[in-house]
């Protein structure tokens, strides 16, 4: 039971990140596992089979509201489950020894690319609830995002939501809605990735059912949080968290402590504290600037 709660409380902080930034519960649940002490194989194929319910409750709420291009999600989606198998088997083939070093780079990767992402160059704002992009490029770019998240435990929010937002051609919600949704095909492929190359003895119940429970019961508050939190102030938040968590990872994996560690651990919670400043000094300025044009006035009532 004590194990139940703690993995649930994993799950429903992991997905008070996803639901207000429309990313990251793959990648923070994955980081918290890894702290936690579960290999990293397990950790993901947890995670993704967890995601499997998590996703599907998700979509439909998106679909009830009205936030999913169904184009969108088959032509992301669909490579994106090929993707996520062909990560999942690539994963499982790997040693523990080997696999916790190599996630935990990718984790910080995307850890970095969040932070910088939504602290120096938030996300433009559009209306269109449609997607305009085609097969060219929403394929190749489902393909990586799948075998990104699959791979190295999360990643197919930050790949893919932020690349359809710096389009700047769809409407935020319609990005979000549309990638949740998505979603569910490639934790559906990576859980049965993961399953072969794994088999079932080596998940345990108590993770994935805590994983589950608390990011079901999280997501009705993420709802609010969004509306009180700014995405770029919340991302630059997370992103440090996930910077500073699989950091440590990486300096335990090369044997690196004492001055070393502890000169890397107050840089990187330098850059994180700076990255959050200018998250808030830009929301500042921009809350101050007049909506005057017609484009921006129409992106307020959206």
Same mark, same amino acid.
């Given at each position: 039971m004590r194990t139940l709660i703690v993995f649930a409380l994993v799950g429903f902080g992991a997905q008070l990140v996803d639901g207000a930034l429309g /990313?990251?519960?793959?990648?923070?649940?994955?980081?918290?596992?890894?702290?936690?002490?579960?290999?990293?194989?397990?950790?993901?194929a947890s995670v993704h089979l967890a995601e499997v319910g998590t996703t599907l409750a998700a979509g439909a709420s998106h679909w009830r509201f009205g936030n999913v291009d169904w184009k969108l999600v088959l032509r992301l989606g669909v490579p994106g489950a090929i993707g996520a198998f062909l990560g999942a088997t690539v994963l499982s083939a790997l040693a523990t020894d080997e696999a916790?070093?190599? /996630?935990s780079g990718v984790l910080l990767a995307l850890g970095v690319?969040?932070?910088? $992402?939504?602290?120096? $160059?938030?996300?433009?704002?559009?209306?269109?609830?449609?997607?305009?992009?085609?097969?060219?490029? *929403?394929?190749?770019?489902?393909?990586?995002?799948?075998?990104?998240?699959?791979?190295?435990?999360?990643? +197919?929010?930050?790949?893919?939501?932020?690349?359809? *937002?710096?389009?700047? $051609?769809?409407? !935020? $919600?319609?990005?979000?809605?549309?990638?949740?949704?998505?979603?569910?095909?490639?934790?559906?492929?990576?859980?049965?990735?993961? *399953?072969?190359?794994?088999?079932?003895?080596?998940?345990?119940?108590?993770?994935?059912?805590?994983?589950?429970?608390?990011?079901?019961?999280?997501? !009705?508050?993420?709802? +609010?949080?969004?509306?009180?939190i700014p995405a770029p102030i919340l991302g630059t938040a997370v992103g440090g968290i996930i910077v500073l968590t699989n950091t440590r990872t990486i300096l335990r994996a090369l044997d690196i402590s004492g001055w070393a560690s502890t000169t890397t651990y107050l840089f990187v919670v330098g850059i994180w504290v700076?990255?959050?400043?200018?998250?808030?000094?830009?929301?500042?300025?921009?809350?101050?600037? !007049?909506?005057?044009?017609?484009? *921006?006035?129409?992106?307020?009532?959206?």
């Open positions: /990313m990251a519960y793959g990648v923070t649940s994955t980081s918290l596992l890894l702290i936690a002490g579960v290999n990293p194989a397990t950790a993901s916790a070093p190599y /996630m690319y969040i932070l910088a $992402r939504f602290s120096i $160059r938030p996300p433009k704002v559009a209306t269109a609830r449609t997607s305009p992009h085609g097969a060219k490029f *929403l394929s190749p770019l489902g393909f990586v995002a799948g075998f990104v998240d699959a791979s190295g435990g999360g990643g +197919w929010g930050p790949v893919a939501t932020p690349a359809l *937002l710096t389009a700047g $051609r769809t409407a !935020p $919600r319609t990005v979000i809605g549309s990638v949740d949704t998505s979603e569910f095909l490639v934790a559906v492929a990576a859980s049965i990735g993961f *399953l072969i190359g794994l088999g079932t003895a080596v998940l345990d119940p108590a993770t994935i059912g805590g994983l589950l429970i608390g990011g079901v019961l999280a997501a !009705p508050l993420a709802a +609010w949080l969004v509306t009180k700076a990255a959050v400043a200018i998250a808030v000094s830009k929301f500042r300025n921009a809350d101050r600037e !007049p909506v005057g044009e017609p484009e *921006l006035a129409e992106a307020g009532r959206e």
